[in-house]
């Protein structure tokens, strides 16, 4: 085996971590975080350092697939070159729509924009940026006349202030949390986080704002009243660099906020005192109905204050997804031509003069909602999607893949063979993934690394950039599209954004136009517009930043319904097609919960541990519940990651209005009205089997990885058919009808067993973790086994906290009760937390809670 050591990017979040690969030729990979990468300086969190369970081969896509038929590139492309040309010709270039992702590199993004916009001429290209960050970059554009993000990582190194706005940073950007709390650690940096429920992250702020759903307008507002009150506002640089909505500071007032009155004063006085601040803000602002304008009610408070543009302050705008920043520069919204251009007369001038074409769109295109909406209607005919899967991630998800199902053209490109979305393609094409691919990403402060391939392309998967542009040639416009490599898309790329600065704009690459391949191999990572690009004025025409005029949205009407809020788990990535193939990152949370207070829970008839409905106008799906005191009353949370891959149940995407913002087209993933009902099944299962099983039949079903094989969580009612369920084998079986237990070993090779079924029709059930370690390690009896516990008892680890480590909450516990009483000294004790450091805010919880349980106990 021949060792290479690679430099590249993590393919998950928008910190951008740099990552140090060391790689065999049999895709053994071994992960360490980059010391020298100016995003993380050699940290990473656990989806990260877990990365190399992922690069497996499992379900991926190694073929270019005609419907369920195996083809060869030429048959798949000729096919999708001429569906794309007959639709065109038939009905118009708008009837033809592609929708990108973030997760695409850039120079994928650059080619499939100018395919689109400049060949086919229609300005039908979107992406899950829509989902996830239009609302930033609307406000943005609104307030400084370009999307650019004024910080740098560097500023929350340098605040004394940081708030968290609608960020579960501790699971979402780990670590850039990490770096906040260092600060902490150095600076006593105090750390405020502004989100409904009291997430991991808000447990260790030094203060939480639990405001209601969509209360940040109203918040900021009344907080920048209340600054003009204290006369703290910056009059020269209000002078100077801003633009003043005529009558709106005057009409503000510091009361007119939704939250309680002594924590809003402790938030005040936080504010008053340090100048130093940076709002960080993410989905909890973005994914609203009035996204556009939390965003600028945040920006508006640090104009009128001048915390803008100078070290440690700025409004913040985290991305999501590795490459969702490359995207928007390149031009992957439909509202946005390329390269930061619009759609006047001029910027479209200038793009059809450079990209040399007579077809270029004649206007922005469709948003992501309306996009599916005109492919339910029928007036997109084809659709090319590329890195993102929709039929979970969209809202309103069941009426998506309706939608999907209906269009007689659905182009995937993927790497993975059967997601929810690849299932309705007519053409799935495979794209090569992370390690396979070669390219550049931006991460949220504008840094530009390179990813890079280090391991050999699976079947005959291509990269996504090369897909389009043989698509392109085929269409007959080979000669715009003839790149040799990513390194000659990202030299047009770069030469391309001269054209920004032409009209305004601060993107600027045009010294890269002439990179040599060579040094684009060894690309450092480097920040465009550094640390602080507005430093000689802002994009617009006068120069100067608009405040904005916002006004707190319209509270939902109380009725008799709860506000559903939708998010991420901090082991899980979207959809689940690379995380969920770890076992390690599937311990978190093997299930989708339904978190809800323990007071609405009742109320509702609901059980801690049972299973419930919940159910909107949009669809119905199934929870374990999880009675939550983090959960204010009224509110309800539920995970965005299951899908019917792994699942019949947590279907979140079904549930979500299609409600969007007005001016961004973001829909309001976070505050949906729902209902929510008990399921009470007649029985109740689980199976660990060494292969997946997908039970359709059950009422709840849920598959997760773990060691060694599959675990999967069943519940339903009438009789369970065990058949269907187990695989061939010798069984061994217990039952006991009065109590309606009944447990089945599957003899496998070896003292290995195949599979093991446990049901019960009264609610007792043995452990699930003891039995998933056995099933890794396979030394146990089979009395043991149908016992589901050995013989003579161990020690119960208890639930998993340090997943790098494999350790128990009982042994953070214990380490408490042996005089360990920070994160810290659990760290120096049992090592948990010292490795990734993502179950550092856990850690915590455990000590804060436990030690108080010690000194009740004491009392
Ligand atoms: N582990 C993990 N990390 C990820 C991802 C992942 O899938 N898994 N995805 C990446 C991507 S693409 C994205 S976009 C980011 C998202 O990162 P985050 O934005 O941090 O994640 P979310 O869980 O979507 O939402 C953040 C918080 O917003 C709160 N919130 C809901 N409504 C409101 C409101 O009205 N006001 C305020 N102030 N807060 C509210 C929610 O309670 C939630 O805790 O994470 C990135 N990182
Ligand atoms: N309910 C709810 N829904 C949400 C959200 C929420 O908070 N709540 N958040 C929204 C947000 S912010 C986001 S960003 C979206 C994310 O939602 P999606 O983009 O749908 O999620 P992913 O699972 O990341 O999808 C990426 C797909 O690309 C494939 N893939 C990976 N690498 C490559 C590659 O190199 N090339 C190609 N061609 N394919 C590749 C993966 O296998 C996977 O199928 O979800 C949105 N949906
Ligand atoms: S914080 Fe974690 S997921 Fe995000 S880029 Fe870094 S290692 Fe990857
Ligand atoms: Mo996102």
């Given at each position: 085996?021949?060792d ?42 656990s ?21 369920q038929?195996t083809?060869?590139?030429?048959s ?14 038939q009905y118009g ?5 592609f ?5 695409l590199?850039?120079?994928?993004y ?7 916009k400049g060949?086919?001429g229609?300005?039908n ?15 943005h554009?609104?307030?400084f006349?370009?999307?650019v993000?004024?910080?740098s990582?560097?500023?929350?190194d ?11 940073t501790a699971?979402?950007?780990?670590v ?5 709390e260092k600060?902490?650690?150095?600076r006593g ?9 009291r ?25 920048l ?5 204290r ?7 209000l ?12 009409a503000l007032?510091?009361a007119a906020?939704?939250i309680d009155?002594?924590?809003f004063?402790?938030?005040?006085e ?28 945040i920006?508006n408070?640090?104009?009128a204050m001048?915390?803008i543009?100078?070290p440690g ?10 490459n969702?920043m490359g ?11 390329a390269c ?6 001029a ?10 074409t ?9 948003k992501a909602?309306?996009?599916?909406r005109a ?6 005919k ?9 039929a979970?991630?969209?809202?309103d ?23 929810d979305?690849?299932?309705l ?6 794209a ?6 070669d ?8 840094c ?6 280090f ?8 990269a ?16 715009s ?12 790329y770069?030469?391309m954004?001269?054209?920004a600065?032409?009209?305004g ?7 890269q136009?002439?990179i040599t ?7 450092q990572?480097?920040?465009?517009g550094?640390?602080r690009?507005?430093e000689?004025?802002f994009?617009?025409?006068s ?6 005029a ?7 009407g ?10 991420r788990?901090?082991?899980q990535w ?8 770890s ?6 949370r093997p ?11 009742e109320a509702?008839?609901l059980s801690?541990g ?15 519940v ?10 309800i949370?539920?995970?965005m990651h ?6 019949g ?11 969007c ?29 060494r292969?997946?099983?997908?039970p359709e ?8 990885r773990i ?16 058949d269907?369920l187990?695989?061939p ?8 009808f009065?109590?309606?237990m ?8 070896g003292?290995?067993?195949e599979?093991?079924l446990?049901?019960t ?6 452990h699930?973790d ?17 016992a ?9 680890t ?21 005089g ?10 049992i090592?948990?937390?010292t490795?990734?450091?993502?179950c ?6 455990i ?12 009392v």
């Amino acid at each position: 085996m021949r060792d290479t050591k690679t430099k590249t990017t993590c393919p998950y979040c928008g910190v951008g971590c740099g990552i140090d690969v060391e790689s065999s030729n049999k895709r053994q990979v071994s992960i360490e975080g980059d010391r020298q990468h100016p995003a993380n300086h050699g940290r990473l969190c656990s989806k990260g350092t877990h990365l190399a369970e992922t690069v497996g081969l499992e379900g991926r896509l190694h073929y270019p697939m005609i419907g369920q038929r195996t083809v060869g590139w030429d048959s798949a492309l000729d096919d999708v070159a001429s569906r794309m040309r007959d639709t065109v010709e038939q009905y118009g270039p708008d009837s033809v729509a592609f929708y990108l992702s973030g997760q695409l590199l850039t120079e994928d993004y650059y080619v499939a924009n100018k395919l689109a916009k400049g060949f086919v001429g229609t300005g039908n290209i979107d992406t899950n940026s829509r989902l996830c960050m239009a609302s930033a970059v609307a406000a943005h554009n609104r307030a400084f006349g370009e999307d650019v993000v004024p910080c740098s990582y560097a500023d929350l190194d340098e605040a004394d202030l940081v708030i968290l706005v609608g960020s579960n940073t501790a699971w979402c950007h780990p670590v850039a949390w990490q770096r906040i709390e260092k600060a902490r650690e150095r600076r006593g940096t105090k750390i405020i986080v502004v989100d409904p429920r009291r997430t991991e992250t808000a447990a260790m702020a030094d203060l939480h704002i639990p405001l209601p759903p969509d209360g940040d307008i109203a918040l900021f507002n009344a907080l920048l009243a209340e600054m003009i009150d204290r006369g703290r506002l910056d009059g020269s640089f209000l002078d100077d660099h801003c633009t003043l909505p005529e009558g709106f500071l005057d009409a503000l007032d510091p009361a007119a906020h939704d939250i309680d009155p002594a924590v809003f004063n402790e938030l005040a006085e936080l504010v008053d005192s340090n100048s130093r601040m940076v709002t960080l803000f993410s989905q909890g602002a973005n994914q609203s109905v009035c996204g556009t304008d939390k965003g600028n009610a945040i920006i508006n408070l640090h104009l009128a204050m001048g915390r803008i543009g100078r070290p440690g302050a700025g409004p913040f705008s985290m991305t999501g997804q590795p490459n969702a920043m490359g995207g928007r520069e390149v031009g992957g919204l439909a509202n946005i031509l390329a390269c930061h251009l619009g759609f006047s007369e001029a910027e479209r001038a200038s793009v059809a003069d450079f990209w040399q074409t007579s077809r270029l769109c004649s206007g922005p295109g469709l948003k992501a909602v309306d996009l599916f909406r005109a492919v339910h209607a029928g007036k997109v005919k084809f659709v090319w999607i590329m890195a993102t899967n929709p039929a979970v991630s969209m809202p309103d998800a069941g009426f998506v893949r309706e939608a999907l199902a209906r269009c007689p053209n659905v182009i995937v490109s993927d790497i993975i063979a059967d997601t929810d979305t690849a299932k309705l393609a007519h053409v799935r094409l495979p794209a090569l993934g992370w390690g396979e691919k070669d390219g550049t990403v931006t991460n949220s402060e504008r840094c530009i690394s390179r990813q890079r391939a280090f391991m050999a392309r699976p079947g005959k998967a291509r990269a996504d950039w090369k897909i389009v542009c043989d698509v392109a040639a085929r269409l007959g416009h080979g000669q715009s599209f003839d790149f040799e490599s990513p390194a000659d898309v990202f030299r047009e790329y770069s030469e391309m954004t001269v054209l920004a600065t032409r009209h305004g704009k601060l993107l600027d690459l045009s010294n890269q136009a002439g990179i040599t391949d060579k040094a684009y191999d060894r690309m450092q990572p480097f920040q465009w517009g550094g640390a602080r690009p507005f430093e000689h004025g802002f994009s617009t025409a006068s120069g100067k930043a608009n405040i904005v005029a916002v006004s707190p949205s319209k509270a939902r009407g109380a009725g008799p319904s709860l506000a559903l809020n939708t998010g991420r788990y901090r082991d899980q990535w979207h959809t689940m097609t690379r995380t969920g193939l770890s076992a390690r990152l599937s311990a978190h949370r093997p299930e989708p919960l339904l978190e809800i207070a323990p007071a609405d829970g009742e109320a509702h008839g609901l059980s801690d541990g049972g299973l419930a409905h919940i159910e909107t106008t949009a669809g119905r799906s199934a929870y374990r519940v999880a009675f939550n005191e983090d959960q204010r009353a009224g509110e309800i949370f539920a995970p965005m990651h299951w899908t019917d891959a792994n699942s019949g149940a947590g279907r979140t995407g079904l549930l979500v209005h299609p409600e969007c913002d007005p001016v961004s087209g973001q829909p309001g993933f976070k505050n949906v009205p729902a209902q929510v009902a008990p399921y009470n099944p007649g029985w109740r299962a689980f199976l660990l089997s060494r292969k997946p099983v997908r039970p359709e039949d059950a009422g709840y079903w849920v598959r997760s990885r773990i060691d060694g094989g599959w675990f999967t969580e069943l519940a339903g009612d009438g009789a369970i058919n065990v058949d269907k369920l187990l695989p061939p084998g010798e069984r061994s079986e217990v039952c006991d009808f009065v109590r309606g237990m009944r447990r089945i070993l599957v003899a496998g090779a070896g003292s290995a067993p195949e599979a093991l079924l446990y049901v019960t029709r009264s609610g007792e059930i043995p452990h699930r973790d003891w039995l998933v370690r056995q099933f890794a390690q396979t030394e146990c009896a089979t009395t043991e086994w149908l016992a589901g516990r050995p013989s003579s008892p161990q020690p119960d680890t208890g639930p998993l906290v340090c997943v790098c480590y494999d350790i128990g909450e009982n042994a953070v516990r214990q380490a408490v009760d042996n005089g360990a009483a920070s994160v810290a000294e659990v760290g120096a004790r049992i090592s948990a937390g010292t490795n990734c450091g993502s179950c550092r805010p856990l850690i915590a919880r455990i000590i804060q809670e436990h030690s108080g349980a010690l000194r009740e106990a004491a009392v």
